[in-house]
C-alpha cells in the first residue's frame, strides 16, 4: 500500500504539480488502470531490477527540470467601482479608461442587486476584493508574485480560464444562478522568448506592452499599453524579451475568447515531460507481474462511465472549473477549502485548521479535503473526480465477495448503465451528481464501502492481505464528512474489533482503535475554536424531531391522538421517508428482516443489519430523503442482495 502511495505520488510530481490540465487526468488514470492491472508490485519486485531503478531515477530527475508552465498570470475579478479603483493599482491608465467606460455601459447594475438582495448603497459602499490581483490554488507550490504559472494561453469562458476566485463565498449570490458565470473580470499575462513565433488572437481588442525588462506591479501601471490591431492577433518576439498580454470582460454580451498557435519548443517541452512520464509508467510496470484483467475492465468501464456522466453534468468539470450555485452548500465547501490552503500557503496555520467556522454548522470535513484537492490539483475537482471512478469497482468487489463474480458483475452493469435501483442509493449518476455539486456525500460513502469491504474480507478469510489499519481511519473520516454516518461507522468499528478479538489479532485492533480516534476532531475543534462541546456540528436545526417529541408521538398513537403536534411531524417525516410509491422499498425491508432474523450468518451481516436500522432511524428523526438517505437505502440493497442469493451460497 505505502509502495503504490509512493509511486502514485512520483507520477504527480513527474507530471508537474499541480496537475490542472486535461493530459494530467488522463495521465492519472492511466496509472491507476495499471496498478489495478498488476496488483501484485512491491518494493522487493523493484528494488532488484538495478537497471529499471537507475533509469527510473534519472528520467525523474530529467523530467522534473523540463518546464511545465511557461507564462506569468494575473487575474482578478472586479464587482463595483471600489474593487475597480484596487485593480487600477496594477492596471495602466488607459486600460482603466476602457475598463471603467464598458463596466458603466455594460454592467447591469440591478441584476447585480437583485442576485443578493442588496441595498445600492450597500452594494457601492463593499469592497468584495483587497488586491489587484486574485489568490489561485494553483500557486501553492508555485510561489509566483502573479496569481500563478499557466501553460496555456487559451479559453472561450470564464470557467475555462479557472478563475476559482469566483468559487469564494463573498460571490454567494443564491437568487441569480447565472451571474456568478457573468462577473466582470480581467486577466495579463507575461510571455517570455520561449514563445516567439507564438500566435495569439482573441474575439475583441487585446492591449500589448513589450518590453526588454521584467516588470513588476508598480511598472506595469506606469506603461501604456497598445491595442491589438484589426485582426486581433499578435505574434510574439521580435526584439524584446517580454510581452505583456492583457484583455478583459464585463458580461456574456463581451465575452472575451483568446486562442494560442504555440511555437515548437512549446509544443516538444510539453510533450517531453508528458512522454518521459509515460517511459516512468512502462518502467514501473515492465515485468510480468500478476494480471488482473478483470478488475481492469471494471475500472476502465467505471472511468469512462464517470467521465460521460461528468460531461453531461457539467463539461467544465472536466474542461475548466464549476462555478457552483449560489446559496449551495457546495460553494460554501469549495470556499472554505480555498481559504484553508491560501492560509496554509501565508503560513497561517491556526486559522487554517479553524477551516472558516468557530463551530462547525456545516459538514465538517470536505473543506479540509478540498483544500487537499486543491493542493494537488489547483482550482479544479479532479481529485474528487478520481476518486469518484473508483466507486464502482469496490462496488464489484464487495458483492463479488458476498455473491459470485457473475452476479457482481451483472449488479456492476446495473449501477453503471441501468439504474433501477438508483432510489435504493445504488445508482452511479447519482454519485456524480453529488460530486457535481460538490457534496460530501459521495465520498464519504466510498469510505464506508471500502471499510465494509475490508469487514468482509475480515470476516470471511482468516488471513488476509488487505490493509485493516485502514478500516478506522476511514470510518472515522467518513463521519468528519457526514457526522450523520456516525452509527454505521460505529458499529462497523465494534464488529472489525470483535473480529479481530476472536482471531487473537490485538495488533490490528490497536491500530483501527487509534485511527478511528479520529472521531473526536470536530469536538476537539469545536471546543478549542468555540468553546463549545458540540460532538460534531451545530446543526440541531436540521433534526425535526428529538427523543421526547419522538416519544410524545408514540403516546398520541396510542391515544388515537392523531392530531397531536409531534406526531403530525412524525407522520411528515414517515411519508417522505418512503412515499408510497415506493411501497416495493417497504417489501424489501420485511424480506430483509424475514432472512436476517431466521437464519444464522457472519457477524458482519449482523453489523449491517443493524447499521441499517440505526441509519433509517436517523432519516426518521432528520432529513429522510434526497441525498441524506442514501446510505440507510444502499445498506438496505447490499442486505437484499445478500439476502436474495443466500440459499445459493452461504458467506464462508
Not at 494553483?138 to 476559482?164: A, C, P, V, W, Y
Not at 516567439?196 to 500589448?208: D, E, R, V
Not at 525588462?213 to 511598472?219: G, I, M, P, T, V
Not at 475500472?299 to 453531461?312: A, D, E, K, Q, R
Request: charged share 15%; hydrophobic share 45%; aromatic share 18%.
Amino acid at each position: 500500500m505505502f509502495f503504490k502511495l509512493f509511486l502514485f505520488l512520483t507520477i504527480l510530481i513527474n507530471l508537474g504539480l499541480p496537475l490542472v490540465n486535461k493530459l494530467d487526468l488522463v495521465f492519472i488514470f492511466i496509472f491507476i488502470s495499471f496498478l489495478i492491472l498488476f496488483p501484485s508490485i512491491n518494493w522487493g519486485i523493484f528494488i532488484k531490477k538495478k537497471i529499471t531503478l537507475f533509469f527510473f531515477i534519472i528520467i525523474t530527475s530529467i523530467n522534473l527540470l523540463i518546464p511545465k508552465n511557461f507564462f506569468h498570470e494575473f487575474h482578478q475579478v472586479f464587482l463595483n467601482s471600489n474593487d475597480i479603483e484596487i485593480i487600477s493599482n496594477l492596471l495602466p491608465s488607459n486600460v482603466m479608461i476602457d475598463i471603467k467606460k464598458d463596466y458603466n455601459k455594460h454592467f447591469d447594475i440591478d441584476r447585480a442587486l437583485k442576485s443578493r438582495e442588496w441595498q445600492e448603497k450597500e452594494f457601492n459602499k463593499s469592497q468584495f476584493i483587497n488586491k489587484p490581483f486574485a489568490y489561485s490554488s494553483d500557486n501553492f507550490f508555485q510561489k509566483s508574485n502573479f496569481t500563478r504559472k499557466n501553460n496555456k494561453i487559451e479559453f472561450k469562458m470564464r470557467e475555462q480560464l479557472r478563475i476559482g476566485e469566483i468559487n469564494s463565498g463573498k460571490y454567494n449570490l443564491p437568487f441569480d444562478k447565472q451571474f456568478r458565470r457573468e462577473l466582470p473580470y480581467y486577466v495579463l499575462y507575461e510571455i517570455d522568448k520561449k514563445a516567439s513565433n507564438s500566435k495569439i488572437c482573441s474575439n475583441k481588442k487585446l492591449y500589448f506592452f513589450e518590453s526588454n525588462k521584467k516588470l513588476n506591479q508598480k511598472l506595469i501601471q506606469k506603461q501604456t499599453f497598445s491595442k491589438t490591431s484589426n485582426d486581433n492577433c499578435l505574434v510574439v518576439g521580435g526584439d524584446y524579451k517580454y510581452l505583456y498580454l492583457l484583455g478583459y470582460s464585463i458580461n456574456l454580451a463581451d465575452n472575451l475568447e483568446i486562442n494560442t498557435e504555440y511555437n515548437l519548443e512549446i509544443i516538444f517541452l510539453k510533450s517531453l515531460k508528458y512522454f518521459f512520464t509515460l517511459i516512468i509508467i512502462l518502467l514501473i510496470f515492465n515485468s510480468n507481474y500478476q494480471k488482473n484483467y478483470y478488475d481492469f475492465l471494471i475500472y476502465f468501464i467505471s472511468v469512462c462511465s464517470g467521465l460521460i456522466l461528468t460531461f453531461i453534468r457539467d463539461p467544465n468539470l472536466i474542461f475548466g472549473i464549476r462555478y457552483f450555485r449560489g446559496g449551495a452548500d457546495g460553494l460554501q465547501h469549495y470556499s472554505h477549502g480555498k481559504d484553508i490552503l491560501e492560509n496554509i500557503s501565508n503560513n497561517n496555520f491556526i486559522s487554517a485548521l479553524q477551516g472558516g467556522e468557530d463551530v462547525f454548522y456545516f459538514m465538517p470535513g470536505l473543506r479540509y479535503f478540498s483544500a487537499i484537492n486543491n493542493l494537488f490539483f489547483g482550482d479544479t475537482t479532479y481529485g474528487y473526480l478520481i476518486l469518484c471512478t473508483l466507486l464502482p469497482l469496490l462496488f464489484f468487489k464487495l458483492f463479488k465477495k458476498i455473491t459470485n463474480k457473475k452476479i457482481s458483475f451483472y449488479i456492476f452493469i446495473s449501477f453503471i448503465f441501468i439504474p433501477i435501483f438508483e432510489n435504493m442509493g445504488f445508482g452511479y449518476f447519482n454519485y456524480i451528481w453529488q460530486f457535481a455539486r460538490h457534496h460530501a456525500e459521495t465520498l464519504s460513502i466510498l469510505l464506508i464501502v471500502y471499510s465494509i469491504y475490508l469487514i468482509v474480507c475480515l470476516d470471511l478469510e482468516k488471513k488476509t492481505k488487505e490493509p485493516l489499519y485502514l478500516i478506522g481511519i476511514f470510518l472515522s473520516l467518513s463521519v468528519f464528512l457526514r457526522p450523520n454516518f456516525f452509527p454505521t461507522s460505529l458499529v462497523l468499528v465494534l464488529c472489525s474489533v470483535l473480529i479481530l478479538f476472536q482471531n487473537r489479532n490485538y495488533k490490528s485492533i490497536f491500530f483501527i482503535l487509534t485511527g478511528y480516534s479520529l472521531i473526536f476532531i470536530s469536538l476537539i475543534h469545536n471546543y478549542y475554536f468555540g468553546n463549545s462541546l458540540f460532538f460534531f456540528t451545530d446543526s440541531g436545526v436540521n433534526f425535526k424531531l428529538n427523543l421526547k417529541s419522538l416519544v410524545i408521538s408514540i403516546i398520541s398513537i396510542i391515544k388515537l391522538d392523531f392530531n397531536n403536534e409531534n406526531f403530525l411531524i412524525l407522520k411528515s417525516q414517515i411519508s417522505n421517508w418512503n412515499p408510497l410509491y415506493n411501497i416495493h422499498r417497504l417489501i424489501i425491508l420485511t424480506f430483509i428482516f424475514y432472512i436476517i432474523l431466521k437464519n444464522k450468518h457472519k457477524l458482519i451481516i449482523y453489523s449491517l443489519f443493524i447499521s441499517m436500522i440505526l441509519q433509517h432511524g436517523v432519516l426518521l428523526v432528520s432529513h429522510p430523503s434526497s441525498r441524506y438517505a442514501y446510505l440507510a437505502w444502499l445498506l438496505t440493497f447490499v442486505l437484499f442482495v445478500y439476502s436474495f442469493f443466500y440459499s445459493r451460497k452461504k458467506m464462508r
